[in-house]
């Protein structure tokens, strides 16, 4: 190896200078140029914000804006505080908590003046005029393997807040039959 090099230094300027004496004492750099110039702030109070398990402390920023609340809201703190980031379960309780936060809030549009329009808010129709099957099959798309699924997560909680819904007012409104 030391022959190959000193073979090559000749015709490649800079080829192993690092072996040269003292090189290395005048290019490793002190490990306090680049420490942090400033103190770290006392840590913002992280009970009841999501994070991961491994981890006792919550990042130094963290966001507010949208803090946890509901049944979505527990079951991401279910997720955040039971199973670590590295399993599977974690991830799906996560997804099940935006699927609920989801079916709650298309269930609150419903009682606005202007309700959700599942039809062109969700582009289902770019599915009948974008190349929707040359578009996904033989391109190597990484989200191939569950495309199935998009559809069943994207349509279910229409599907269920209407289902509640019809159910519901049919109750409020439908009287005593029997």
């Not at 908590?97 to 609150?108: K, N, T």
């Amino acid at each position: 190896m030391s022959a190959h090099v000193d073979a090559l230094r000749p015709r490649i300027p800079g080829r192993g200078i690092e072996r040269e004496e003292g090189w290395l004492e005048a290019h490793t750099p002190d490990p306090s140029e680049f420490a942090a110039p400033w103190a770290l702030e006392d840590r913002m109070d992280g009970r009841g914000r999501e994070r991961s398990i491994e981890y006792p402390d919550v990042t130094p920023v963290y966001g507010s804006a949208q803090p946890l609340q509901g049944v979505s809201g527990a079951i991401r703190r279910y997720a955040y505080g039971r199973y670590s980031e590295n399993t599977l379960r974690h991830w799906l309780l996560l997804v099940a908590g935006d699927r609920v936060e989801s079916f709650g809030a298309h269930a609150r549009s419903l009682f606005t003046l202007r309700p959700d329009n599942p039809i062109t808010q969700t582009g289902v129709l770019g599915e009948f005029s974008r190349h929707p099957i040359g578009s996904r099959v033989g391109r190597g798309r990484i989200d191939h393997k569950h495309a199935w699924l998009d559809p069943i997560l994207i349509v279910g909680p229409w599907v269920l807040t209407a289902v509640l819904s019809v159910k519901v007012l049919g109750k409020v409104f439908g009287g005593s039959k029997r």
